[in-house]
């Protein structure tokens, strides 16, 4: 057991645990966060995705000591109702989900994606999703979700 | 989520919250109207009873309205549109109704999520209910404003006389809070079918302000911003964590458990129902893994492998047949042939691999049961864990919580059986979720079968006679819900009898042709208890696995007589209904006939080609054109456009609709390019997205393009399903349009596409 530092969606915390343990169990059991999801434990699906300082990381094969002093955002984190990031924007707008299972996967790698390259191609989008799995067959409105929030951004930045 | 609350919560809080005429987590019953319900009837006792209005509608004190709906959405946006249609009928704004899902203690068995019926047969009793409500607060608001009934109007929960607003009065005050008392007529149907009726008499289509909307779905947001729960997230104080362990060979049973090879977890073990418990989730993952076990070896062949499944298909013995139709003498016509055309088509088994594996927390004591499941027939878990616990189903209480994604009968039902023989085992709470493998090595899988398809051909290139033939593992080798513990792992485990159905199906079209035999035939399973190879439903069971044998078929008998595949099929189809979504689907894709198929080479090398697809399901239609690209290079088929026409009667709600069709589409195709099950002569070995993948983002279609065609006059069918079954057939014909070459096997894989394009 040790006790690990680091930051979740904008608070300190510290877990005392199984350093060898993927950071999934610690936000999910020790700190009651349950929006990252288990879906395979071999980071080949996207479910529990989170951000470290901002990039995509797989919670589920993370160890909890690579996280110490680090910055981990949720999808709780990267937006609210009231101040939702464009991507949970247009995610709304265009009603995306279907079980919504697979969501912090495509959310939190898009807004990556949108963060660095906000006029990304379909080509480029397309590549930046690998990985990443939907079962309900989502895919087309994903696709309409994230031009939807590259124009939201647009006309962000020009007003 | 916290859980604890839900389970002891008595029937006085529940009223207060909700107006609900129904039980608590303890049993209790609202006895006066059970009894008028189980009186000098056959059919089994429910609760809550159907043949109360109470169990169907409340009104709140704030005026807001609650419906108790047996189905459940998983997503497709059930929820709203049984929103609008009960808001429809109370004249009330959809935002003021809520819709309570999938609680056996709140709500009438209504089959759950089943056959894509969550309209054309849910919100049938919920219309009438809703209207009966209505009238019912009609006839009181006429008595305390002594203003004639048919001169009162409603305007959003507000009954008001015609002209004269200020006398009125409001739900709220005519009965928020407290029970209608009214009887309304329970055709006792318990399922799918159940239905009641009121006095009252639904509105007409024509009289609709919020059917036929697209009203936004209230789910979406708790999902996009992490604040929904899953059934992963339920939480009982005190719960243990389990893993349960399966065997790594198909038949294989244990010889020895070292239960000192673990830490912080013990085992629990029954026959070969073994899992591991431990207070910490972490900890019975470890254990899981590190638990050592000696394993029988079991049967030397288990399984055929995944290369000789079709031709054991095709030598199995069959035990159950059936002629599903058979029209005029099939036998005489090919006698007289001037040709015959011939194929046969071969589909795999196929994974519902969920987005996560199963998940379940059951609590159960002191004679009484409570199992939160992701299944999308909670009434069934309620029914199948009181029969493996030994329980009156009154004393146990199924409730659905959004599961990881939810096509048939997953690995879902077993896991809420597990969790609650774990809790029974340890007396404790248990959390049980399943692990990768759990949800694609061990989920029952989709039926594989192989179609035999004939038609007989006169000289004029007429079709006298069409017969087509599947054969395959049954699609329910277990039961289609989990509402018998013999069609679980859990039971199987425990030695239960088993208890194997036979069935499969048949194309649904309406061609025409001289003489029809349909028919299926059904082999024994692969391995007969506690198979990871068992077979039950997948989305649209039967459809994608039969239509894409029948509507290749249609191709090949056209392609053999010369015709155009649009123009043949509208030559045959004899439902008007049906030639509309080919027409339709043409149109709108641009279809124009053209005899250059095969080589059909745009650029660099890559193939080009169109194919169509129709079928029915129920009372819905649909066809499907599929445009696609395929590269005999690297073997990759992209299915870049798609074209759907789409008729399910009075559509509830557009926007819902057009998505559903969309994820069918993309499911379709998923199943249609990489979905096959891999498995050896000892064990499946497709455990994980690398070694069954799915489709990704990079080979999602470009854009679907969608015709809804709204027969306003027709009662809603289901949408849920029916695209899907197009789907294959589609992709295949464009396939040979492009190639010249006929693919009779998924999935279109690279590899198997390469192989098949070596020679060009």
């Known amino acids: ?143 309409r979700a994230i031009k939807r929030a590259q124009a939201l951004m647009a006309s962000a930045a020009s007003a | 989520m916290a859980a604890e609350s839900a389970l002891v919560f008595s029937r006085r809080d529940f009223l207060l919250t909700t107006g609900a005429l129904v039980v608590s987590a303890s049993g209790l019953h609202s006895s006066s109207a059970f009894a008028q319900t189980a009186a000098g009837s056959a059919v089994a006792k429910q609760f809550p009873p159907p043949d109360q209005l109470d169990s169907w509608i409340a009104i709140l004190p704030d005026g807001t309205a609650e419906a108790f709906f047996g189905k459940m959405d998983m997503g497709q946006g059930l929820e709203v549109a049984i929103a609008q249609v009960v808001a429809e009928e109370l004249d009330m704004s959809i935002d003021r109704v809520t819709i309570r899902m999938g609680d056996t203690a709140t709500t009438c068995n209504q089959g759950g999520a089943s056959g894509s019926t969550g309209v054309s047969l849910g919100a049938k009793p919920l219309r009438n209910a809703a209207a009966e409500a209505r009238r019912i607060l009609i006839e009181r608001a006429s008595m305390v404003l002594s203003v004639p009934a048919e001169k009162l109007t409603v305007t959003n929960g507000v009954i008001a006389a015609a002209g004269a607003s200020s006398k009125s009065v409001s739900y709220a005050q005519l009965i928020g809070g407290k029970q209608f008392d009214s009887a309304v007529e329970w055709n006792k149907a318990v399922g799918n079918f159940m239905d009641v009726k009121g006095q009252a008499k639904p509105k007409a289509p024509s009289e609709y302000r919020l059917v036929g909307t697209s009203a936004a779905r209230r789910d979406v947001p708790g999902k996009i911003f992490g604040t929904s729960d899953y059934v992963t997230d339920v939480r009982v104080p005190g719960m243990l964590h389990a893993r349960m362990i399966r065997p790594p060979r198909g038949g294989s049973t244990i010889a020895s458990v070292n239960a000192d090879s673990i830490r912080n977890a013990r085992v629990v073990r029954e026959g070969e129902f073994l899992a591991v418990v431990s207070e910490n989730e972490w900890d019975a993952i470890q254990a899981a893994r590190a638990l050592e076990v000696q394993w029988t070896d079991g049967p030397t062949d288990a399984f055929p492998g995944t290369d000789g499944l079709h031709d054991h298909i095709r030598t199995a013995e069959v035990v159950k047949r059936e002629d599903a139709t058979r029209k005029g003498d099939t036998e005489a016509a090919f006698k007289s042939a001037a040709r015959v055309v011939q194929a046969e088509y071969q589909w795999p088994l196929q ?109 004029s290139g007429k079709v006298t006679a069409y017969e087509f033939i599947s054969k395959g593992l049954s699609r329910v080798n277990v039961m289609f819900n989990e509402s018998d513990p013999r069609d679980c792992l859990t039971g199987q485990s425990l030695g239960m009898p088993l208890n194997p159905g036979a069935g499969l199906g048949t194309p649904s079209e309406s061609y025409a042709f001289g003489a029809k035999l349909l028919a299926w035939e059904v082999v024994p399973p692969l391995l007969d208890r506690c198979s990871p190879l068992r077979t039950s439903h997948l989305r649209d069971p039967l459809g994608p696995e039969v239509h894409f044998g029948s509507e290749q078929f249609i191709d090949e008998i056209a392609a053999a007589v010369g015709a155009d595949p649009v123009e043949f099929r509208l030559r045959y189809i004899s439902a008007p209904r049906d030639a509309a979504v080919v027409k339709a689907a043409a149109e709108k894709a641009g279809w124009t006939p053209h005899k250059t198929h095969g080589k059909r080479v745009a650029r660099n090398g890559v193939l080009h080609g169109r194919g169509i697809a129709y079928a029915q399901r129920g009372e819905t239609v649909v066809a499907v054109i599929a445009q696609i690209e395929v590269s005999p290079k690297n073997g990759r088929v992209w299915a870049r456009k798609f074209t759907v026409a789409h008729d399910c009667g009075l559509i509830i709600n557009p926007q819902s609709l057009r998505q559903t069709i969309e994820g069918n589409v993309v499911q379709g195709l998923s199943r249609t390019l990489f979905e096959e099950v891999q498995f050896d002569r000892k064990q499946v070995t497709s455990v994980d997205w690398a070694s069954y993948p799915i489709l990704e983002m990079k080979d999602a279609p470009e854009s679907i393009d969608i015709v809804l065609i709204n027969s306003t006059e027709i009662a809603p069918s289901g949408a849920g399903e029916p695209t899907m079954r197009c789907v294959p057939a589609a992709v295949a014909n464009a396939f040979w349009d492009a190639t010249g070459v006929r693919m009779r096997r998924v999935p279109l894989s690279p590899a198997r596409v390469k192989a098949a394009l070596a020679h060009i």
């Open chain 1, 1 to 143: 057991m040790a006790m690990v530092n680091f930051t979740l969606d904008g608070k300190p915390v510290t877990v005392d645990a199984d350093p060898g343990m993927p950071l999934l169990y610690a936000i999910r059991n020790d700190l009651g966060h349950n929006n990252p999801h288990f879906g395979c434990g071999l980071a080949q699906c996207g479910a529990c995705t989170v951000h470290l300082d901002g990039q995509p990381l797989r919670s589920c094969m993370a160890p909890l000591s690579s996280i110490a002093g680090k910055t981990i955002t949720t999808i709780k984190g990267l937006g609210t109702p009231e101040k939702p990031h464009p991507i949970q924007q247009a995610y709304i707008e265009e009603q995306v989900p279907q079980c919504g299972y697979c969501v912090n996967g495509w959310l939190m790698t898009a807004a990556a994606l949108l963060n660095a390259n906000p006029k990304a191609t379909d080509a480029q989008i397309r590549d930046a999703l690998i990985g990443l799995k939907c079962r309900c067959g989502t895919h087309m409105s994903i696709m």
């Open chain 2, 351 to 459: 994974s519902h691999s969920s987005m996560g594996p199963a998940c379940a927390v059951a609590h159960v004591r002191d004679g009484e049961a409570t199992v939160w499941t992701g299944s999308q027939k909670p009434h069934s878990t309620r029914d199948g864990v009181a029969k493996l616990l030994g329980l009156p189903p009154e004393k146990v209480r199924g409730v659905w919580v959004m599961g990881p994604g939810s096509y048939g009968r997953n690995d879902a039902g077993d896991a809420a059986m597990d969790a609650a023989y774990l809790s029974k085992l340890t007396g404790r709470p248990v959390r049980v979720q399943g692990m990768r493998s759990d949800g694609t090595a061990w989920d029952p899988k989709g039926a594989a079968c192989v179609h035999r398809a004939r038609a007989a051909l006169d000289a």
